[in-house]
């Protein structure tokens, strides 16, 4: 059966959309898998189902898959992308998104598109961690890697601060970090370079996806980090291979909010 699809990314970081609000669609770990295939199938770094809402003044419900198949709770770039969508379709100047981690607010800001990411989560348990471990500097070591900053953003982050972040081999050494026995739910891997007070270079190894253009939980998570180490300020412009975010750690209330662009590239068909 052919199954319509929408392809967008974030500064790089793609996914590929499908419509489950009028029939369920149940896609198999295996199945995604396939459709992630970059010769064979779509190509994406994650896969989306918008499903209809399931609680009171939200307007969507999301399931977020990587293309190992995984389903997670977040992804930062294609929340953007959705919202995008979705106040095109219902005519609104802000739209509420459910996910399983979260319910976020999105808005347009100028020409791009500023979600609420919600509070950053810092207790151990909340990353979370197979043991209680100061998450402002994990025992984790690897590759010339070492204490990185724990971060949960619907998704659990390590943050390595580094000198040089084009000089770290996230391809070879971010799937051992991914799969250290501290995260009983795998990880994702990101290496930060502090460039000024409010900017930060920053390159990502995503669980399940592989070293990545950009990624929208790990910005959030990156600048959070930088925070906590006393390394930057709440606003930051955070560098990514594939473009810069702007991110706000809000004081008030513990809020990230995460601002950055997302461009639709086609719309297709594939059976499934």
């Keep these: 059966m052919a199954k319509k699809f929408i392809k967008m990314h974030g500064l790089g970081n793609d996914f590929a959309i499908f419509d489950?609000?009028?029939?369920?669609?149940d896609i198999s770990p295996s199945q995604i898998r396939v459709l992630a295939n970059r010769r064979t199938g779509i190509g994406f770094d994650q896969m989306l189902i918008m499903e209809p809402?399931?609680?009171?003044?939200?307007?969507?419900f999301l399931r977020i898959f990587?293309?190992?198949?995984?389903?997670v709770g977040a992804c930062g770039n294609a929340t953007r992308g959705i919202a995008k969508i979705l106040m095109s379709e219902l005519k609104k100047s802000e739209v509420t998104l459910e996910t399983e981690a979260a319910r976020l607010k999105a808005y347009m800001a100028g020409n791009k598109v500023t979600v609420d990411m919600g509070p950053a989560c810092l207790d151990w348990k909340d990353i979370p961690l197979s043991r209680e471990e100061n998450t402002l500097s994990l025992p984790v070591i690897e590759g010339g890697l070492k204490h990185p900053v724990a971060v949960n953003i619907g998704n659990p982050?390590?943050?390595?601060?580094v000198d040089n972040a084009a000089k770290v081999a996230l391809e070879t050494?971010?799937?051992?970090?991914?799969?250290?026995?501290?995260?009983?739910?795998?990880?994702?891997?990101?290496?930060?370079?502090v460039l000024s007070p409010s900017t930060i270079r920053m390159r990502v190894w995503e669980r399940g996806a592989g070293v990545?253009?950009?990624?929208?939980t790990g910005a959030c998570a990156v600048a959070v980090a930088g925070v906590r180490r006393g390394l930057t300020q709440r606003k930051a412009t955070i560098v990514l291979d594939g473009g810069e975010l702007d991110i706000?750690?809000?004081?008030?209330?513990?809020?990230?909010?995460?601002?950055?662009d997302v461009v639709e590239v086609y719309r297709g068909e594939i059976a499934l």
Aim: proline share 5%; aromatic share 6%; with cysteine.
């Design 157 to 161: 982050h390590a943050v390595f601060f």
């Design 173 to 193: 050494i971010g799937s051992k970090i991914e799969h250290h026995p501290l995260f009983p739910e795998r990880a994702n891997v990101e290496v930060a370079q």
């Design 20 to 25: 489950g609000r009028s029939e369920r669609l």
């Design 248 to 260: 706000e750690w809000r004081e008030s209330d513990g809020h990230v909010l995460m601002t950055g």
């Design 212 to 216: 990545t253009q950009a990624c929208g």
């Design 66 to 71: 990587n293309a190992d198949g995984g389903e």
């Design 53 to 60: 809402p399931t609680s009171a003044g939200t307007d969507i």
